[in-house]
C-alpha cells in the first residue's frame, strides 16, 4: 500500500516536472522561440489597431504571443508595475525623465548588448541613438517619430477664399485677424486627453520658445535652470495667447469647448459644411484621426499642412519632434526578439503605410509613405535643421504634468497668467531635485 | 484569457494552491491541538486568539505597519531625513488656492456635504415611496443595479452623459442636450468652474455622478430600517389624525434615525475617500482634485512619496473622528436590537 502510493506521488511529480519543462523553453521543431511577452504602450482604438497589425508578422513568425495594454496613465502605470516588480517586459515612451530615473535605479536593461548596435548605427542618425542614450548606453530605440509644430488646413477652403500660407509669424497673426473679419473662426483646438490633459497646450508653449527665444533658452529651460516667469517664457504664453485671442475668442467654441474636446476630434469641425474653423495645429499623428472621423477625406486633397512659422526668424528650421520609443524591463528571449525586431525598417513600415506615422529610420523607402503629405512630413523631418525632443518629456514628471495643467488653467483665464507662472516657478525649485 | 501563463512558474503556484491551505490547516489543528492540552478554564481565555490570530496578524501587515511607516515617512524628506513638519507645511501653505487647499475644500466641504446629503435624501425618498408601490421589489434592483457597475465605467458613461459641443452644434451629451431643448447655452459640466472659478458646478456634477452610483445602496439599507417599525406604530399615529407627513415627520423618521446615522457616517467616509469618478472625469483639473487623488499624482507621478504621505496623514486625520462616531453607533444600533 505505502509502496504504491510512493509510485503515485512520484510519478504526479514527473508529470508536474515535465510539464513545467515543457512550458519553460517550450522550442519547438520549427524554430519558434514560442512563450509570452507583455507590451505596456500608450495607444489604443485606431492607433492600437496599427499597432496590432505591426505586431502579427512577428507573433506569426516566432510564434510568441504580444500581451498588449494600453494607458494614458503611462508614467503612473508603469511607475507602480516597476516598483511592485511586476514591470512589462517591453514598454514605450516613458517620459525620458522617468527613463532616466529607471536607469539609475537599474530597472531597465541596456539595449548595446541585446540589439546589434552596428546596425543600429547604420540604420539611424546619430541624433537619434544619442536621444535614447543615457550615461553611455543605449536604454531606447525610436520605432517611429513624429514632427511637430504643423498647422493643418483645408486647401479647397483656403483657395476659395483666397488666404495664402503664411511665410512668417507676422503674416500668420495677419491672417487669422483677416479670417475673423470674414466670419469664421481662425482655429480649432482641444486640450482633453483623459489624465494627460493639456499637453496640446503645452506643444504650443514649446514650439513656440524654440523658435521664439531660441535653442538655448529651450534647452535652459527644460533643464529648470530657466524660471518660468523668465520674460522669454512669459512672452511665449503671451504670444499664444494671441493666438487663443481675447477670452479664447479665436478659437472655435471658445474655452468650454477647448477645454471639453478631445484633441483626437478637435480637427473634425474643420471638415463640416461650413468649416467651423479653418486652421488646427498638431504633430504629424493627427491625420489618422481626420480619416478615421471623416473617411471620405483624401490626404492632400482635403487636407495639408505648413510648418508653422518662425516666431523669430533668427531660429528658421528649428522644430520639436517626438518619438514612440521602446525600452526593455526585462530581458528575455522574447522580449530580445520584440525590441530587435520593433528596430527594423520592416516593422516600421506597416504602421508608416497605415498613416499616421514617420520614421527615422534610414532604410525606409519614401514609397512606403501612403500619400503625399506624409511624404512631405518625412522630407520635412529630414530637413529639419534643429531638432528639439519634447520639452515636457523631458521634465521630471511634477513639472511635465503641472505644464499641462497650467496650459488648461491659462485657457481658463488667461488673465491668471502671472500666478500660474509663479505656481510652476515653485515646482520647478523642488521637481528637479527629488 | 490566456492562462498559460500560470503555468510558467510551476514551484509558485504550487506553493499557493497547495501550501496555503496546508499552512492554514496546520496552524488550526496544531493550535486546537495545543490548546486542549490546557487545563478546562484556560481554554475559553486563549481560544479566541487563536482564531482571531491569522486576522490580526493580517491587519497589521498590511495595514497597521504600513500606517506607522507613513506617519513617520510624512515627517521625513523623501531620502529619510528628518524635516520635522515641513511636508505638512508645504500642503498647507499658500490658502486658498495653494498647496493640498482645493482638494482639501472639495472633500471636507463639498463632496462631504453633498454627496452625503444627497444620497441620504434620494435614498430616503425612494426608500419611503417605494415601500407604497406594488412592483417594490423590482424598482428597488433597477434603482440598486448601478452598484453593480464599476466606479470607473460609472465615470465613462457619465462623462458621455456630460459631453459638451459648443452652442449651436448638435448635442450629443444627454444632459446637454435636455439644457438646449430648453433654450439655454450647453453648459461644460465637467470645465465650467461655475460661479467665478469658485468651481462649485464641476464638483456638484462630479458628485451627481458618485450619488447615481451609490444611491441603491443607501436605499436598500433605509428600506429595511423602514420596514422594521411595527406597522402598529404607524397604525396608531394615523388612527390620532396624523396626516401622512405628519407620521413621516413624527414617527417614521425617528425611528429611523440611528440607521440614517450610520448609512450617513459611511457615506462621509466614502466622500473623504473619493477618487476614481475624479480620476475618470476631470483627472484633478478646473479645481476638481481631492485628497486621494492628490497623494496619488504625488506618489506616482512627481514622486514624492514624503508629500504622499502628508496628504495621507490629513486625510486620515479628518478620517478618524467619523471613524470613532460611526463605530459608536453601529454598536448603539446594535445594542437596540
Known amino acids: 500500500m505505502r509502496e504504491t502510493s510512493v509510485k503515485v506521488w512520484s510519478s504526479v511529480g514527473l508529470a508536474v516536472a515535465l510539464v513545467a519543462v515543457a512550458c519553460g523553453t517550450q522550442t519547438n521543431n520549427s524554430g519558434k522561440i514560442g512563450g509570452t511577452v507583455h507590451v505596456l504602450a500608450v495607444w489604443s482604438g485606431s492607433e492600437q489597431a496599427s499597432f496590432q497589425a505591426v505586431l502579427k508578422p512577428f507573433e506569426e513568425q516566432t510564434g510568441i504571443k504580444v500581451l498588449y495594454e494600453a494607458t494614458r496613465d503611462q508614467d503612473a502605470i508603469l511607475t507602480t508595475r516597476v516598483e511592485a516588480g511586476n514591470a512589462p517586459e517591453l514598454a514605450s515612451a516613458p517620459s525620458p525623465s522617468l527613463l532616466a530615473?529607471?536607469?539609475?535605479e537599474g530597472k531597465v536593461v541596456?539595449?548595446?548588448?541585446?540589439?546589434?548596435?552596428?546596425?543600429?548605427?547604420?540604420?539611424?542618425?546619430?541624433?537619434?541613438?544619442d536621444l535614447g542614450t543615457i550615461n553611455g548606453k543605449l536604454y531606447e530605440i525610436f520605432s517611429w517619430t513624429a514632427l511637430k509644430g504643423l498647422v493643418w488646413y483645408d486647401p479647397k477652403v483656403w483657395n476659395a477664399k483666397g488666404y495664402k500660407v503664411p511665410k512668417t509669424w507676422d503674416d500668420l497673426i495677419a491672417l487669422q485677424n483677416k479670417m475673423k473679419q470674414d466670419g469664421t473662426t481662425p482655429w480649432c483646438i482641444g486640450l482633453e486627453s483623459g489624465s494627460a490633459s493639456g499637453w496640446p497646450g503645452k506643444d504650443w508653449i514649446e514650439e513656440i520658445v524654440l523658435t521664439q527665444a531660441g535653442p538655448t533658452v529651450y534647452d535652459a529651460w527644460w533643464q529648470g535652470k530657466q524660471k518660468?516667469?523668465?520674460?522669454?517664457?512669459?512672452?511665449a504664453w503671451q504670444t499664444w495667447g494671441q493666438i487663443l485671442g481675447p477670452n479664447d475668442s479665436n478659437v472655435f467654441g471658445g474655452k468650454n469647448n477647448i477645454l471639453a474636446t478631445n484633441f483626437g476630434d478637435a480637427g473634425t469641425p474643420m471638415f463640416a459644411n461650413p468649416p467651423k474653423c479653418l486652421m488646427h495645429y498638431q504633430a504629424s499623428f493627427i491625420t489618422d484621426f481626420f480619416v478615421k472621423a471623416v473617411p471620405t477625406l483624401k490626404a492632400g486633397e482635403d487636407f495639408t499642412f505648413f510648418p508653422i512659422p518662425d516666431v523669430n526668424s533668427q531660429n528658421a528650421g528649428a522644430h520639436v519632434v517626438a518619438g514612440d520609443t521602446f525600452s526593455v524591463f526585462k530581458e528575455t528571449p522574447q522580449s530580445r526578439a520584440l525590441i530587435a525586431y520593433l528596430a527594423t525598417a520592416k516593422a516600421q513600415a506597416i504602421w508608416v503605410k497605415r498613416g499616421g506615422k514617420l520614421s527615422a529610420n534610414k532604410e525606409m523607402n519614401l514609397s512606403d509613405y501612403p500619400d503625399d503629405i506624409s511624404k512631405s512630413l518625412a522630407d520635412a523631418l529630414v530637413k529639419t535643421k534643429v531638432a528639439k525632443f519634447d520639452a515636457g518629456d523631458l521634465m521630471p514628471g511634477a513639472m511635465g504634468t503641472n505644464?499641462?495643467?497650467?496650459?488648461?488653467?491659462?485657457?481658463?483665464?488667461?488673465n491668471e497668467l502671472d500666478s500660474i507662472l509663479a505656481n510652476l516657478d515653485k515646482i520647478q525649485q523642488t521637481a528637479y531635485t527629488s | 484569457m490566456d492562462f498559460s501563463v500560470l503555468l510558467t512558474d510551476i514551484p509558485t503556484l504550487l506553493a499557493v494552491v497547495l501550501g496555503v491551505p496546508l499552512v492554514l490547516a496546520a496552524y488550526i489543528v496544531g493550535g486546537e491541538y495545543l490548546v486542549r492540552r490546557l487545563p478546562d478554564k484556560n481554554r475559553p481565555q486563549l481560544r479566541p486568539w487563536l482564531w482571531v490570530g491569522p486576522a490580526i496578524f493580517l491587519v497589521a501587515a498590511i495595514l497597521l505597519i504600513p500606517a506607522v511607516f507613513t506617519v513617520i515617512q510624512s515627517f521625513q524628506d523623501n531620502v529619510g531625513t528628518f524635516v520635522g513638519l515641513q511636508n505638512y507645511s508645504t500642503q498647507l501653505a499658500d490658502f486658498p488656492s495653494g498647496?493640498?487647499?482645493?482638494?482639501?475644500?472639495?472633500?471636507?466641504?463639498?463632496?462631504?456635504?453633498?454627496?452625503?446629503?444627497?444620497?441620504?435624501?434620494?435614498?430616503?425618498?425612494?426608500?419611503?415611496?417605494?415601500?407604497?408601490?406594488?412592483?417594490?421589489?423590482?424598482?428597488?434592483?433597477?434603482?440598486?443595479?448601478?452598484?453593480?457597475?464599476?466606479?470607473?465605467a460609472l465615470g465613462v458613461i457619465?462623462?458621455?452623459?456630460?459631453?459638451?459641443?459648443?452652442?449651436?452644434?448638435?448635442?450629443?451629451?444627454?444632459?446637454?442636450a435636455i439644457v438646449t431643448v430648453l433654450h439655454h447655452d450647453p453648459v461644460a459640466w465637467l470645465q465650467d468652474q461655475w460661479p467665478n472659478g469658485l468651481a462649485v458646478l464641476n464638483n456638484l456634477a462630479l458628485i451627481g455622478a458618485a450619488t447615481w452610483g451609490i444611491t441603491g445602496f443607501s436605499m436598500v439599507i433605509l428600506s429595511a430600517a423602514l420596514k422594521g417599525i411595527p406597522g402598529e406604530l404607524l397604525?396608531?399615529?394615523?388612527?390620532?389624525?396624523?396626516?401622512?407627513?405628519?407620521?413621516?415627520?413624527?414617527?417614521?423618521?425617528?425611528?429611523?434615525?440611528?440607521?440614517?446615522?450610520?448609512?450617513?457616517?459611511?457615506?462621509?467616509?466614502?466622500?473623504?475617500?473619493?477618487?476614481?469618478?475624479?480620476?475618470v472625469m476631470t483627472n484633478g483639473n478646473y479645481s476638481t482634485d481631492v485628497l486621494?487623488?492628490?497623494?496619488?499624482?504625488?506618489?506616482?507621478?512627481?514622486?514624492?512619496?514624503?508629500?504622499?504621505?502628508?496628504?495621507?496623514?490629513?486625510?486620515?486625520?479628518?478620517?478618524?473622528?467619523?471613524l470613532i462616531f460611526n463605530l459608536r453607533q453601529f454598536r448603539a444600533v446594535e445594542a437596540r436590537r
Open chain 2, 235 to 279: 397604525e396608531a399615529a394615523r388612527v390620532d389624525g396624523a396626516g401622512e407627513l405628519t407620521v413621516f415627520r413624527r414617527v417614521i423618521f425617528p425611528l429611523m434615525m440611528p440607521t440614517i446615522v450610520v448609512v450617513g457616517t459611511t457615506l462621509v467616509i466614502f466622500a473623504l475617500k473619493a477618487f476614481d469618478v475624479v480620476y
Open chain 1, 228 to 235: 518660468w516667469s523668465s520674460p522669454e517664457i512669459k512672452q
Open chain 1, 101 to 104: 530615473r529607471f536607469v539609475r
Open chain 1, 403 to 414: 505644464f499641462w495643467k497650467a496650459a488648461l488653467a491659462f485657457v481658463s483665464n488667461q
Open chain 2, 99 to 152: 498647496g493640498a487647499w482645493i482638494a482639501i475644500r472639495n472633500n471636507i466641504v463639498i463632496w462631504l456635504i453633498f454627496y452625503t446629503l444627497f444620497v441620504l435624501a434620494f435614498g430616503l425618498i425612494l426608500a419611503v415611496l417605494f415601500d407604497r408601490v406594488q412592483y417594490e421589489t423590482m424598482v428597488k434592483s433597477l434603482i440598486f443595479m448601478p452598484m453593480a457597475i464599476s466606479s470607473v
Open chain 2, 158 to 176: 457619465w462623462k458621455f452623459m456630460f459631453w459638451y459641443q459648443p452652442a449651436g452644434s448638435p448635442q450629443t451629451g444627454t444632459m446637454n
Open chain 2, 292 to 322: 486621494a487623488f492628490r497623494m496619488y499624482n504625488l506618489l506616482y507621478v512627481s514622486r514624492d512619496p514624503a508629500g504622499a504621505s502628508a496628504v495621507a496623514i490629513i486625510l486620515l486625520v479628518a478620517v478618524i473622528p467619523v
Open chain 1, 110 to 129: 541596456a539595449l548595446d548588448q541585446i540589439l546589434d548596435m552596428n546596425k543600429l548605427r547604420s540604420d539611424y542618425d546619430k541624433s537619434w541613438i
